[in-house]
T-cell receptor, first 114, second 112 residues
Framework: NAGVTQTPKFQVLKTGQSMTLQCAQDMNHEYMSWYRQDPGMGLRLIHYSVGAGITDQGEVPNGYNVSRSTTEDFPLRLLSAAPSQTSVYFC?????????????FGSGTQLSVL | GQNIDQPTEMTATEGAIVQINCTYQTSGFNGLFWYQQHAGEAPTFLSYNVLDGLEEKGRFSSFLSRSKGYSYLLLKELQMKDSASYLCAVRPLSYNTDKLIFGTGTRLQVFP
């Protein structure tokens, strides 16, 4: 099992550009989520999904879109990148999103918006 | 509001014991996690507590007191590889966006 795979590892964008961060998991997990991690702040939830075809907003959803067409994939789209979106992004999954389930994290994407 | 507090940085010596504290104020409580994150890497799961008491797992133990809104992670026989950030995360009872609230993390440096 590869676990949770994120691509790319690094990305530089100009303000206003759009891009998609890819996330795939091969553990047949129903729950998938996107977090961003900024210095001096805890991981913050952007969007999450409890299964194919179902997505919902997290704490900081503005400027991001997600879709969940398959169980395996959960891409995060930046519609029009802004410098405030410079951050490290982590995708995470768990079997069902149950309260006692640990999260499995991808290796992260470091995004810089100039 | 939701708030989790943990020290920003700690230092310790190889072979020693270190305790990393976490206090929380959340809308209800439904479990507390500790994750380890090495610099430039993804967080990895260490422990989960939902009932009061101590959970021991090898060199690492985690304690929870729900009445005090308090947890600690205890690391024994410290090794250089334990230098990392330790993230406390609480699952509140809210069913909205707050599925898991993370603290800012405690950066632990272990010296020889």
């Amino acid at each position: 099992n590869a676990g949770v795979t994120q691509t790319p590892k690094f990305q530089v964008l100009k303000t206003g550009q759009s891009m998609t961060l890819q996330c795939a998991q091969d553990m047949n997990h129903e729950y998938m989520s996107w977090y961003r991690q900024d210095p001096g702040m805890g991981l913050r939830l952007i969007h999450y999904s409890v299964g194919a075809g179902i997505t919902d907003q997290g704490e900081v959803p503005n400027g991001y879109n997600v879709s969940r067409s398959t169980t395996e994939d959960f891409p995060l789209r930046l519609l029009s990148a802004a410098p405030s979106q410079t951050s490290v992004y982590f995708c995470a999954s768990s079997p069902t999103g149950g309260d006692n389930e640990k999260l499995f994290f991808g290796s992260g994407t470091q995004l810089s918006v100039l | 509001g939701q708030n989790i507090d943990q020290p920003t940085e700690m230092t310790a010596t190889e072979g020693a014991i270190v305790q990393i504290n976490c206090t929380y104020q959340t809308s209800g409580f439904n479990g507390l996690f500790w994750y380890q994150q090495h610099a430039g890497e993804a967080p990895t799961f260490l422990s989960y507590n939902v009932l009061d008491g101590l959970e021991e797992k090898g060199r690492f133990s985690s304690f929870l007191s729900r009445s005090k809104g308090y947890s600690y992670l205890l690391l024994k026989e410290l090794q250089m590889k334990d230098s990392a950030s330790y993230l406390c995360a609480v699952r509140p009872l809210s069913y909205n966006t707050d599925k898991l609230i993370f603290g800012t993390g405690t950066r632990l440096q272990v010296f020889p």
